[in-house]
């Protein structure tokens, strides 16, 4: 089959509806879309895929044609296109969540929350991308009564882009920081990509979650919002408990009724996550007590806001990503914790382009407010800073010295971008 229409190849999904992108991972009866990427074509896999026992294999180079296989223009496109026509033949509420900080978990959250009424599709992993969202919209059926998409960036468009592939009803942004600085080209363009999924859920007419403590959120909504916070104007209000370690308080509801959560989220900050998720369940009416639930249950994994006990020590794992607003958040966050001998271990903050430097150095200013047992600072861009704390270029280097220096009876916040890897720490601790 050749040119097919959209139309043409959702008939084949509703057959096939289970899709592969990778030849490793190919269900009996499949749809295997073969994506191009930087340094890899899968039309070459094509014939492998269907010999695996997919169904078609969609393809946009016609040199790999054979049986079994669907001709389109762009591979990408047709994924994409795919997803949408599928979104359109659902009612059910689409939410789009996306931001700076915090916004896989809040998804998590939310879906928690969600789940207790609703059967609840929602992005698993950091599937928030442009092929990360298709797919996830893929996997929508007729069982789901709710649908949670996270949506992620690095530069200005693309929430656009995916909102008018996800189409969401309701949209949610957690916060706009200094994130994939180099990308956005700079703050400001951080502040318009993540505003972009506010203008299309106005342009749907749909309902905005704002965080009311955040004056630059509370502007770009434009008073179409329902709000949480610990301000007293908000309609989902919180009492943050700031003597715990632990993400806890109260969260009053509109109607006056109060619920004490104690999450096992570290970090006060994600407070803000946990009132999202609140304010969104019960916009939804999941009842309190379901929220309560939903979210005392909720375990944090893949390195963020975790705790973890090695031998004596207490180790805040929040490893998953940084940038620098996460990261000035949770020094001054750990800071204000009433614990002995807090270390910092801190790896280089990527995507930060011409303001790297100056960013990293920043840090290196905020960590001498206060006093700490020590800090270590790993990474080419954190080496740079002036400090007091010890650096290493390589974390293995550090590592090493750990082996050798071994840290007792300390609270440790470990933190650094994806790429510095710095839950491998974990292991000589």
């Known amino acids: 089959m050749k040119n097919i229409s959209t139309e043409e190849l959702y008939k084949i999904f509703l057959e096939h509806p289970v899709v592969s992108t990778d030849t490793r991972n190919t269900p009996d009866k499949s749809l295997f879309f073969a994506l191009k990427g930087a340094n890899f074509n899968a039309n070459e896999f094509a014939a492998e895929a269907i010999k695996k026992g997919c169904a078609y294999a969609i393809i946009d180079d016609e040199k790999f044609y054979s049986d079994k296989c669907i001709l389109v223009p762009d591979v990408l496109k047709a994924l994409q296109n795919l997803a949408n026509y599928h979104r359109k033949q659902f009612t059910i509420p689409v ?241 204000a914790q009433n614990t002995p001998n807090k270390v910092l271990i801190l790896g280089d903050m990527f995507e930060l382009g011409e303001e790297s430097q100056k960013e990293h150095q920043a840090i290196a200013d905020l960590i001498e407010k206060n006093n700490w047992g020590a800090v270590y600072l790993i990474g080419k861009e954190f080496s740079k800073a002036k400090s007091s704390g010890k650096s290493f270029i390589a974390l293995d280097d550090f590592i090493k010295w750990l082996a050798e220096h071994p840290l007792k009876d300390t609270t440790i916040l470990l933190k650094g971008s994806r790429g510095m890897q710095m839950e491998r720490v974990l292991e000589t601790l």
């Open 95 to 335: 939410i789009g969540i996306t931001g700076s900080n915090g916004k896989t978990t809040t998804k998590e959250l939310t879906a928690a929350v969600l789940s207790k009424k609703y059967s609840t599709l929602f992005t698993q992993g950091n599937l928030n991308n442009h092929i990360g969202v298709p797919l996830t919209l893929l996997k929508l059926t007729k069982e789901h009564g709710m649908a949670v998409i996270e949506m992620g960036a690095n530069h200005v468009g693309e929430i656009d882009m995916l909102c008018r592939i996800a189409e969401p009803d309701y949209g949610i942004i957690t916060n706009i920081g200094k994130a994939h600085l180099e990308g956005f080209g700079g703050y400001e363009g951080v502040i318009k990509a993540k505003s972009e999924l506010y203008k299309c859920i106005k342009e749907k007419n749909g309902e905005l979650f704002v965080n009311a403590d955040d004056e630059l959120l509370i502007k770009l909504s434009d008073g179409v919002y329902f709000t949480y916070g610990v301000s007293r104007d908000a309609d989902i209000r919180g009492f943050l408990d700031k003597d715990s370690f632990l993400a806890k308080g109260t969260i009053e509801m509109i109607d006056g009724e109060d619920i004490q959560v104690s999450s096992q989220l570290a970090g006060s900050y994600n407070f803000y996550n946990i009132l999202a998720a609140a304010c969104i369940g019960y916009y939804f009416e999941v009842t309190p007590e379901e929220i309560k639930q939903a979210i005392e249950d909720y375990i944090p994994s893949n390195n963020r806001s975790q705790i973890e006990k090695k031998g004596s020590n207490t180790i805040w794992v929040d490893a998953y990503n940084a940038n620098p607003s996460s990261m000035k958040t949770a020094i001054e966050n750990f800071a």
